[in-house]
């Protein structure tokens, strides 16, 4: 019996029923308020010891992992999608990331320009840099630089075919040649070493495992006194989940 529930609750049979668009929205909301708290209980603690010891745990879990786990699903799921879904859902700068509502009145195409015009400031990005776009998504970041620093070079970082067409159409309507991409794996791919002065990692750490095995990769590209931003370990609403919840995340 067991069996037969696990086999209907499966992904393979419910996803296909949530796409089609058969259930109902209160009954779709029953099952997330359902899944929500399932986690809690099980990230629950009883004491700020045992919520150390199940952080710990995590972390020892990461150490033993490799970078990235099931990068062939996640590209079939969405970063293989045709690039015509997405300008029809994304700004236009095709920016795959947080956007910046500094006032909260903002377009899209606004909010995206903000968010870049930070990691520049943020990152402290130079006209005659080497800049690596790690896990770059459509380009937004990457051509944003190309065409704000025209004296550095631009190496994008994608783990998608789609993605680079997309970029390298971009780059040449736009007549930017200093910008490059690259298609890869991060967990098996080697950059040059001391190859660049600064490395911009957008919303991408959230999906690896072991933090220790990417940062000494990281750490190998960079140039002696370069610099890794992480935009996602940057921002004010995301940090203080990482830093201080009893959930066994990487603080």
């Given at each position: 019996?067991?069996?037969?529930?696990?086999?209907?609750m499966s992904?393979?049979?419910?996803?296909?029923?949530?796409?089609a668009?058969?259930?109902?929205?209160?009954?779709?909301?029953?099952?997330?308020?359902?899944?929500l708290?399932?986690r809690l209980?099980?990230?629950?603690?009883?004491?700020?010891?045992?919520?150390?010891?199940?952080?710990?745990?995590?972390?020892?879990?990461?150490?033993?992992?490799?970078?990235?786990?099931?990068?062939?699903?996640?590209?079939?799921?969405?970063?293989?999608?045709?690039?015509?879904?997405?300008?029809?859902?994304?700004?236009?700068?095709?920016?795959?990331?947080?956007?910046l509502?500094?006032?909260?009145?903002?377009?899209?195409?606004?909010?995206?320009?903000?968010?870049?015009?930070?990691?520049?400031?943020?990152?402290?990005?130079?006209?005659?840099?080497?800049?690596?776009?790690?896990?770059?998504?459509?380009?937004?970041?990457?051509?944003?630089?190309?065409?704000?620093?025209?004296?550095?070079?631009?190496?994008?970082?994608?783990?998608?075919?789609?993605?680079k067409?997309?970029?390298?159409?971009?780059?040449?309507?736009k007549?930017?040649?200093?910008?490059?991409?690259?298609?890869?794996?991060?967990?098996?791919?080697?950059?040059?070493?001391?190859?660049?002065?600064?490395?911009?990692?957008?919303?991408?750490?959230?999906?690896?495992?072991n933090?220790?095995?990417?940062?000494?990769?990281?750490?190998?590209?960079?140039?002696?006194?370069?610099k890794?931003?992480?935009?996602?370990?940057?921002?004010?609403?995301?940090?203080?989940?990482?830093?201080?919840?009893s959930?066994?995340?990487?603080?």
């Amino acid at each position: 019996m067991n069996t037969i529930s696990e086999y209907l609750m499966s992904d393979s049979v419910i996803n296909p029923i949530l796409d089609a668009g058969y259930l109902p929205h209160p009954l779709i909301r029953l099952g997330i308020r359902r899944q929500l708290s399932q986690r809690l209980q099980e990230i629950a603690t009883q004491s700020q010891t045992a919520a150390y010891e199940s952080k710990m745990k995590y972390v020892e879990l990461l150490r033993n992992r490799p970078i990235a786990i099931e990068t062939k699903k996640a590209n079939e799921q969405h970063y293989e999608v045709g690039t015509g879904v997405l300008k029809g859902m994304l700004g236009p700068n095709m920016k795959y990331s947080s956007c910046l509502y500094e006032k909260g009145n903002e377009t899209l195409e606004q909010a995206e320009i903000a968010m870049l015009e930070l990691y520049v400031e943020r990152a402290e990005l130079k006209d005659g840099m080497n800049i690596l776009d790690l896990g770059c998504g459509w380009g937004s970041a990457s051509l944003f630089f190309a065409s704000r620093f025209p004296n550095s070079r631009i190496t994008s970082f994608s783990n998608s075919r789609t993605q680079k067409e997309h970029i390298n159409t971009v780059a040449n309507s736009k007549g930017l040649t200093n910008l490059t991409v690259i298609t890869g794996d991060a967990a098996d791919y080697e950059f040059e070493p001391e190859s660049f002065d600064r490395v911009v990692s957008i919303e991408m750490f959230e999906h690896m495992k072991n933090y220790h095995l990417l940062l000494e990769k990281v750490a190998r590209a960079l140039r002696p006194g370069g610099k890794l931003d992480d935009a996602i370990r940057r921002s004010p609403t995301l940090l203080p989940v990482f830093a201080f919840g009893s959930a066994p995340v990487v603080g």
